[in-house]
């Protein structure tokens, strides 16, 4: 099994700054990219960004320009570094890490809330 933990929400004011971090750990020999998604009450998970091993990234339109992922394949840990937030960009971020064959694990979930 594969635990997801994710570290560092909070709130902060629009025009700041906050970095997420994530670990996966267990079984996680199989793991080959992680990414985060967010969701506010009412609506769907939606994709904020995504890495693989081999650095390939996917970031959702909202955020690109404004959020980078980096990872540390290592320790099996992905990193969200948001800049410019704003106020449409408080939900609850999840991480999530990808296994090669389709299994899929999930954080709890971390709130971050962007006041005006």
């Known amino acids: 099994q594969v635990e997801v933990v994710e570290s560092g929400g909070g709130t902060v004011q629009a025009g700041g700054s906050l970095r997420l971090s994530c670990a996966a750990s267990g079984r996680t020999l199989h793991i080959d990219a992680m990414g985060w998604f967010r969701q506010t009450s009412g609506t769907e998970r939606d994709i904020v960004a995504r890495v693989n091993w081999s650095g390939s990234t996917i970031y959702g339109d909202s955020v690109k320009g404004r959020f980078s992922i980096s990872k540390d394949i290592a320790k099996k840990a992905v990193y969200l570094e948001m800049n410019l937030l704003k106020p449409e960009d408080t939900a609850v971020y999840y991480c999530?890490?990808?296994?090669?064959?389709?299994?899929?694990?999930w954080g709890q979930g971390i709130r971050v809330t962007v006041s005006s």
């Open positions: 999530v890490a990808n296994e090669f064959g389709g299994n899929v694990y």
